[in-house]
């Protein structure tokens, strides 16, 4: 039955838009990942879940070039393509929230929010970019706007340094960076972990918005309510292994804890 | 970094100004102007490397090879001028190699992974063997060149003095005053008028003091001018460009820098290289002011440590991420009013010694201190 379901999943799939295979990933004697394959389509959440240690977060950060696979396949829109470094993967479009959101305690929310990417004043075409000066002002601008979207209304200013700020604050921070960059991908790796009712409540209806606004979405969370509130497939990983791949509409959440646990040992299918 | 322009100065200031204070009071020979010029020459190049030094602390390194690079600069600039070549060019060859030598430390730092204390902790031995085999056999070359000598001993006519420190205060509410109309037209977040005019004050008090001071013995002299102006553009380029946000970044989280994209090893062969520039200009500061290179002057002596000292004291922390190259200059004026006063009070060498080591200790532990609080708000 549950093989059934998978399947169900693989034939009314989207047509993917980031699609990966054969991932292979190493940490000393640890196989963090085991020819892993995964895809997202625009327009759709795609929830990635498993137990802690199943290989989530090192899949997403190679999918944002923080790691390097050891092996693994690429596409995006049926394209090959290789991501090798972040530079690789934010050109072309994918943005993530780590895990441990990434953020710079001693700068403030602005500058964290435009962090690699810094807009600098027009003119000055005489010094290479790195060294011509920063467009403050713009860059207050953008951080505002992006804050706004997410409606942190806690937070007073995008000057006070993230150091200083709350954990839900940081998310949201972390959140509005992934957010407010051009992308068609983005990653979320637990961004409720530190958050309460009501900003879990806002950050589903960002990834809601982010699906209508044609994104692919990719959400982990332990959350299954959540989950199923928002997630039009469901991943699920084990051990650094595929177990399978449903469709939300399709299964419940008990058939998802037991591939969680149990894993699904007949005719498992990952969507193609 | 942008709290208020002025906030991270205060402490250092604090210091400064209660140990003038107190030696104004017990020592009336401190606060003259005469003492004042000698104060601002003996700081200069512990200044210059401080500053330099600090750029590399901002990323959580260290270089304690910093004195010994400069001993190696000036004496190369020395030997070369003894055979010959013009002041000018002498001393650009030695800013080069003193590039050179941060390039080569830095990369050791970056791509093979040594960390920074250890590189240049043999940088500091290599370097000083180095600069005895530069130097020769008698261990010291004078410095005759009239250009290099005139760095330290030109100072500018009174009436230019004002006209630059007119100008720079000029320039400063200028720059105030247009940043807080750009803000309010793109109804930014505003400085309050207060906060303004006294940032204004501050800083015209600050120029315009230091300007009477100065000319009431011999005139601003050309080395403040030319130390005062790196150090802007060094501040200016950590704390207004994408190369210095990224300095601030990999010293706040390295990883977190990595992954928005900052290329991290290049930013720390940068900085190395800075702190190599910096150590050049401070060795061929140094000659200039002693007359001569000695081994002495710049290896075996205490110039490491006061600079390290100077960029401590100024509020730059050891753990990376949060400083300013200005404090490095008012941490140096620290270090060198503490000597100063020490000697005019004829305080013996023992207690000179123990007196800054416990400066440095407070320094330190502010730091350390105010890291933690920091940290417990996670
Ligand atoms: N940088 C790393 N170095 C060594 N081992 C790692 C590293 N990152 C992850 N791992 C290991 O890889 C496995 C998967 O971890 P992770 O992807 O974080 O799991 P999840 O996010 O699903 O909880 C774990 O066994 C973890 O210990
Ligand atoms: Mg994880």
Redesign the pocket.
Known sequence: MISEAADKAGRSAPPAHLSVGNIN?R??G?Q??DGVAFEVARGEVMALV????????????ILAGA?VADEGDFSLDGNRISINSPQDATALGIQIVY?DLALCENLDVAANLSLGAEPVKPGWRFLPRFLRPIDDLLMEKKALQAIDQLEVRTLKSVRAKVGGLSGGQRQAIAIARAVGADSSVVLL??PTAALGVVQTRQVLDVVKRLRDTDHAVVY?SHNLRDIFEVADRITV?RH?ANVGTWQTSQTTPDEIVVAMTAGVTTGSNHAA | MRETRFGSFVPVLFALVAIWLWFGITEPAFLSPRNFYFLFMQSAVVGTLAVGITVVLLLGDIDLSAAATAGVCAALMAVLIVAGVPGIPAALIAMALGVVMGLCQGMLVSYVGIPSFVVTLAGLLGFQGLMLKILGIQGAVNMRDPIIRGITTVSLPPLLGWLIGSACVLIFITVILTIQRRRKAQQLELESTGALFGQILFFAVLVLGTVAMLNSYRGVPLLVILLLSLTALLGWITTSTPFGRALFAVGGNAESARRVGINVKRIRVAAFAIVGLMAAIGGIVGASRYASVSFNAFAGGPLLLEAIGAAVIGGTSLFGGRGSVWNAILGALVIGSLGNGLDLSGASAADKLMFSGAILLLAVAIDAVSRNGANQST
Not at chain 1, 50 to 61: E, I, V
Request: hydrophobic fraction near 35%; charge should be neutral; glycine fraction near 20%.
């Open positions: 990933k940490f000393g640890v963090a990942l498993g137990d802690n240690g199943a290989g989530k977060s090192t899949l997403m950060k790691y895990q790796d637990e982990i990983l650094g």
